[in-house]
């Protein structure tokens, strides 16, 4: 007895695909590799995510552990959380370009990224000439996966020639094929009828394309050398096909038979045949044929299927059929001759032993193909996935924190004479999406971190800055606009409440520390018109945002009743917020996650400092101390809650897609909490928090671009983001002075620029 066959350290396989009784090829496919897995490993578990066409819904089986509706985003995105969630060692997708949604499956990508797993993508359809969508789709297909399987050699030709794929990246997987032994057709016959026939067949979802009228006007040829030949043609309608126009094109072939007289030597079978049924259909054949019109055909399941069972073949060239039939294995007929067909039928038919020759090498050949031999390849292939996944070093005690000074260079990339544009594409300024009073807000309160040499220039874009936050403030409605074209015209005549309480700190900490009397003198003139409306405002985020400028204002004006009653107020609302919804392990203001979480432990904290009320300032150490266990990673590095994050109730944070902002927020609130304690595990969270951005993180990838003072836009499922918008260049500026600013306390001066970065020394 064979030994039991285990998958080893692949414990469970989850795979996106079509599944039955959905009626394609892909569901078949995916559902035959699923029985295929655990036949050869029976321990192994593979889910199925089934892809469900627009408005259909299919009675599934048990393996069906979700559904992912076409065109519907959210399912995706649940997809990839189900995913990660499960526990899955690998993603397996069965890819075709009909199946997933948006321009040429535009979709997969974004579930894709989402994936903690290695991915393996098995390319059904690989294109010699793809549109610009359809390329697209591929290259991001393959920035993603591990491992690209395709069905032939010709397929891996194409990745390598058009899409520039490393060879290492594909691997060649044949279409797989049951195992049955080589026999005679009697009986098989019998069972349907076909005694003292020849049976050539054809088999498939019916429709346009498949080149069956190229085999109906070769029947007159064969009829008349061999009356008793008759041709199957076994398979339905395609369901698409049947909605758009019903039956008309079946009709139409069946009038061509009948119109040149050879309806009596032709059959449509009009149904879906189970595989078990088709393999016996397959039994009876003695010719299996193939009149596809294009070459661009890079796998043939049933083509497969006709090899492993020993049939003779008559195909036309197309590129699959190449491979497969080479060496004597089958005959190849030009496209769309029929009198080609003729030939090579009629040629077979009169020489029985040359049919039985090319149907006994057929077998032989497809030997290497069984369902059996393609699990054993599958796993193999997913274990070289999984092998290639980073491995996570031990994060190695430094003497002196690593830390990059601070720098004006991408900043002013991204600043005109307007203000600071909102997005780039890679690092260039991307015009398109204009500015927004967010992101100048926040460039002018850095500037007034820039010290020493870079003073000047600072407080030379700070004006900049400065006259932008101005022109947001629309005095009629009592609120700031937000976001500008890049002609200067409001696109709003007012914005939402965050770029409210954004744009009030920036000028509340304008008039703290900015170095001109000038520019103070404007901001706490400011200040003083926008202050009073902060108190009808709703958010928790916006309240902590207000809290930090109206402390900023204290520092200086320490009798300044409006910036008071603001920390008395949101100090309270805050702390109230908190008791609302804290429960069990959850110590949070919000039932949900979401972006800039640490303001609102900051905010508590420093309401609680200014105020002398340490209730309210325990409570927002709690509160943090719960927010930076919780981003925190195995290997102990930061991790940022990812945008996947928003909106799930008391649920642990995603890691995907983390955002330069997190980290940044939570380097202040742990400096916050420093000065609040004197206890140095905030120092070493603070400078964990800003490792994130060198390459202490999930991936082990640096997110600032250390040239110039760049920053990438976030960290990815399995990449870093390289755009450089103004949000994620600002923050990693915010977190380089700040932490400048903790290292010279702590005694360390950081040095002059080294292999593009700075270290301390």
């Known amino acids: ?21 959905r009626l394609c090829g892909i569901a078949t496919f995916t559902a035959d590799v699923r029985a295929a897995l655990i036949t050869a490993y029976p321990d192994l578990a593979v889910d199925i995510y089934a892809m469900n066409d627009s408005g259909k819904h299919y009675e599934y089986g048990p393996e069906v552990v979700c559904t992912i509706g076409q065109e519907e985003l959210g399912d995706y995105h649940l997809a990839a959380q189900r995913i990660n969630e499960s526990g899955a060692d690998v993603l397996l997708v069965q890819h075709e370009y009909g199946i997933f949604g948006g321009q040429a499956g535009a979709l997969l990508p974004r579930l894709l990224n989402r994936v903690e797993a290695p991915v393996v993508v098995v390319l059904h359809t690989v294109l010699g000439h793809p549109d610009a969508d359809q390329r697209a789709v591929i290259e991001a297909l393959v920035r993603r996966a591990d491992k690209l399987i395709v069905m032939a050699e010709k397929g891996r030709d194409i990745l390598e020639r058009v899409h520039g794929v490393a060879r290492s990246q594909i691997e060649i997987v044949p279409h797989g094929a049951p195992d049955r032994p080589f026999t005679g057709t009697e009986e098989m016959k019998r069972r349907f009828g076909f005694e003292g026939r020849r049976i050539l067949l054809t088999f498939g979802l019916l429709s346009p394309g498949k080149g069956i009228e190229t085999m109906i006007r070769a029947m007159p040829a064969i009829a008349a050398a061999h009356p008793d030949v008759l041709y199957v043609v076994l398979g339905a309608t395609h369901p698409h096909l049947v909605a758009r126009e019903g039956e008309i094109y079946r009709e139409s072939l069946a009038a061509l038979a009948q119109e ?6 032709v059959r449509f079978i009009d149904r879906f045949v189970e595989q078990e049924l088709l393999l016996d259909y397959l039994g009876a054949a003695d010719i299996y044929v193939t009149p596809y019109p294009n070459e ?47 030939a090579a039928i009629n040629g077979l038919l009169d020489a029985p032993e040359r049919l039985e020759r090319l149907g006994r090498r057929a077998w032989d050949k497809g030997r290497a193909t069984t369902w059996e031999k393609l699990a054993q390849a599958y796993l193999a292939v997913c274990g070289r996935a999984i092998a290639k996944k980073p491995m996570r070093l031990a994060r190695v005690p430094k003497e002196v ?3 990059v000074l601070p720098s004006l260079d991408a900043v002013e990339r991204l ?9 780039s594409v890679f690092h260039v300024p991307d015009r398109n999406h204009g500015y927004c009073v967010d992101d100048n807000c926040r460039a002018l309160m850095l500037m007034h971190r820039f010290d020493g040499p870079d003073a000047e220039r600072a407080d030379r874009l700070a004006l900049t800055y400065a006259a932008f936050v101005q022109h947001a403030w629309n005095g009629e409605r009592g609120r700031f606009r937000n976001f500008m074209a890049f002609d200067r015209t409001w696109l709003e005549p007012e914005g939402s409440e965050d770029s409210f309480g954004r744009s009030l700190w920036s000028i509340g900490a304008t008039v703290g520390e900015a170095r001109a009397q000038d520019l103070r003198r404007w901001a706490l003139h400011l200040f003083d018109q926008v202050a009073p409306q902060s108190l009808a405002l709703g958010s928790p985020r ?9 402390e900023a204002v204290l520092s200086t004006h320490p009798g300044h009743a409006v910036a008071r009653t603001m920390i008395a107020e949101f100090g309270v609302r805050l702390r109230a917020q908190l008791a609302k919804w804290r429960r069990g392990d959850w110590n949070w203001f919000e039932p949900v996650l979401a972006y800039d979480n640490a303001r609102m432990p900051e905010a508590l904290i420093r309401a609680g400092m200014r105020l002398g009320d340490s209730a309210m300032l325990a409570d927002g150490l709690a509160a943090f101390d719960w927010l930076d266990r919780i981003q925190t990673n195995n290997a102990g590095h ?16 995603l890691p995907c897609d983390q955002q330069p902002l997190e980290a940044w927020a939570t380097i202040d609130a742990a400096i916050c909490a ?10 070493d969270s603070a400078w964990r928090a800003y490792g994130w951005y060198l390459g202490d993180n999930d991936l082990c990838l640096p997110i600032a671009s250390q040239g110039d003072g760049g920053c990438f836009d976030g960290l990815m499922s399995d990449r870093v983001n390289l755009n450089q918008g103004a949000e994620s260049v600002l923050a990693f500026q915010f977190a380089c002075c700040a932490m400048k600013r903790l290292a010279s306390e702590a005694g360390i001066t950081l040095s002059a620029r080294i292999g593009g970065g700075m270290k301390a020394s």
């Open 260 to 265: 040149i007289g050879v309806a009596a030597n």
């Open 542 to 550: 916006t309240w902590a945002f207000a809290l930090l400028g109206a």
């Open 415 to 423: 600043t005109d004479g307007c203000g600071m544009i909102q997005h």
């Open 638 to 653: 930061f991790r940022a809650v990812g945008t996947d994050s928003f909106g799930r109730a008391y649920h642990p944070p």
């Open 1 to 21: 007895m064979a030994a039991r066959r285990t998958g080893g350290s692949i414990k469970k396989i989850a795979m996106i695909g079509n599944s039955p009784p």
């Open 296 to 342: 661009a055909q890079i796998v043939s399941g049933t083509l497969s299927y006709a090899v492993a069972l020993g049939k003779a073949v008559v195909s036309t060239p197309y590129w699959h059929a190449v491979e497969l039939l080479a060496d004597d294995v089958g005959i190849l007929a030009p496209f769309g001759a029929s009198e080609g067909f003729a």
């Open 674 to 683: 420093l000065e609040a304690t004197g206890d140095e595990r905030w120092r």
């Open 401 to 403: 924190p690593e830390a």
